[in-house]
T-cell receptor
Framework: GAVVSQHPSWVICKSGTSVKIECRSLDFQATTMFWYRQFPKQSLMLMATSNEGSKATYEQGVEKDKFLINHASLTLSTLTVTSAHPEDSSFYIC??????????????FGPGTRLTVT | AQSVTQPDIHITVSEGASLELRCNYSYGATPYLFWYVQSPGQGLQLLLKYFSGDTLVQGIKGFEAEFKRSQSSFNLRKPSVHWSDAAEYFCAVGPRSNDYKLSFGAGTTVTVRA
């Protein structure tokens, strides 16, 4: 099946520093990847859509200068949290769209990255 | 506006008993439908999906779901629950296009008691 990895699985950083999270589709090419944020006991909140070779599309209310997204290849998208603050602490999950031949698609999810900003 | 409703926030079920999780959606046209499961601290795993055809779809781990167009529902079922089924379950819908963007329900937490 389609596998998506994320790195790191958890990270602790100091306030004011930047953190990069990588999302890779291991066995398929993903022209479209998504970045989500999840708060405890809540559903996933879509932050942005990442398309290979083009600028990311951010959801309303998400600061694009704070959450930098790069989709440099068909298997890699990165999310950089710039000048992180404690309120950015969260569980970040990426997914990659896998299209089905002829009809449909699925999103395959990475295992998530727990970010803690101290 | 698109919306996905999972009416049950938390369900407790005995091991071996049946389980049904409800999902209703509001969408402009019949969307693609998905159920995902999330174990604590993990990403989401796809249980099953509906694109077209047979309205009763089979998934992994013994789960099945039935699409009912008249009720705009896509309820998830399992005949006999195992302790390992304790997790968070999310219903999601997506457009029949190359958008691929999913809308998620709030999730249902399933607790399995011995």
């Amino acid at each position: 099946g389609a596998v998506v990895s994320q790195h790191p699985s958890w990270v602790i950083c100091k306030s004011g520093t930047s953190v990069k999270i990588e999302c890779r589709s291991l066995d398929f090419q993903a022209t479209t990847m998504f970045w989500y944020r999840q708060f405890p006991k809540q559903s996933l909140m879509l932050m942005a859509t990442s398309n290979e070779g083009s600028k990311a599309t951010y959801e309303q209310g998400v600061e694009k200068d704070k959450f930098l997204i790069n989709h440099a290849s068909l298997t890699l998208s990165t999310l950089t949290v710039t000048s992180a603050h404690p309120e950015d602490s969260s569980f970040y999950i990426c997914s990659a769209a896998h299209t089905r031949r002829g009809i449909g698609y699925e999103q395959y999810f990475g295992p998530g990255t727990r970010l803690t900003v101290t | 506006a698109q919306s996905v409703t999972q009416p049950d926030i938390h369900i407790t079920v005995s091991e071996g008993a049946s389980l049904e999780l409800r999902c209703n959606y509001s969408y402009g046209a019949t969307p693609y439908l998905f159920w995902y499961v999330q174990s604590p601290g993990q990403g989401l795993q796809l249980l099953l999906k509906y694109f077209s055809g047979d309205t009763l779809v089979q998934g992994i781990k013994g789960f099945e779901a039935e699409f009912k167009r008249s009720q705009s529902s896509f309820n998830l079922r399992k005949p006999s629950v195992h302790w390992s089924d304790a997790a968070e379950y999310f219903c999601a819908v997506g457009p029949r296009s190359n958008d691929y963007k999913l809308s998620f329900g709030a999730g249902t937490t399933v607790t399995v008691r011995a």
